[in-house]
């Protein structure tokens, strides 16, 4: 059974920082492009970062790159979101997903990580 479980979440002030964990289950991680998406109250999903199967490489909106880092431990069969300088607009549920490419809609979903940045 494929599966995938986030971790991580919380609530940290201003500026601080977070490491979300995507540990993957059923199925093995660097087969897949794997991706963080966000949802907050009343607003769109929003893609936050993907690290692709095939070379690694890694996409980040304008929003969170210089300050979001995604990464892969395949030993560990876990995807990680290093997330620093949070501002209170990156209040959200943060998902990990699992697709073909970064460039299509992902096919597997976590349930999803409450982070809340406040003061």
């Known amino acids: 059974q494929v599966q995938l479980v986030e971790s991580g979440g919380g609530s940290v002030q201003p500026g601080g920082s977070l490491r979300l964990s995507c540990a993957a289950s059923g199925f093995t991680l660097d087969n897949y492009a794997i991706g963080w998406v966000r949802q907050a109250p009343g607003k769109e999903r929003e893609g936050v970062s993907c690290i692709s199967s095939r070379d690694g490489s890694t996409y980040y909106p304008t929003s969170v790159k210089g300050r979001f880092t995604i990464s892969r431990d395949n030993r560990k069969n876990t995807v990680y979101l290093q997330m620093n300088s949070l501002k209170p607009e990156d209040t959200a549920v943060y998902y990990c997903?699992?697709?073909?490419?970064?460039?299509?809609?992902?096919?597997?979903w976590g349930q999803g990580t409450q982070v809340t940045v406040s003061s």
């Open positions: 997903a699992a697709g073909r490419s970064c460039a299509l809609p992902f096919g597997s």
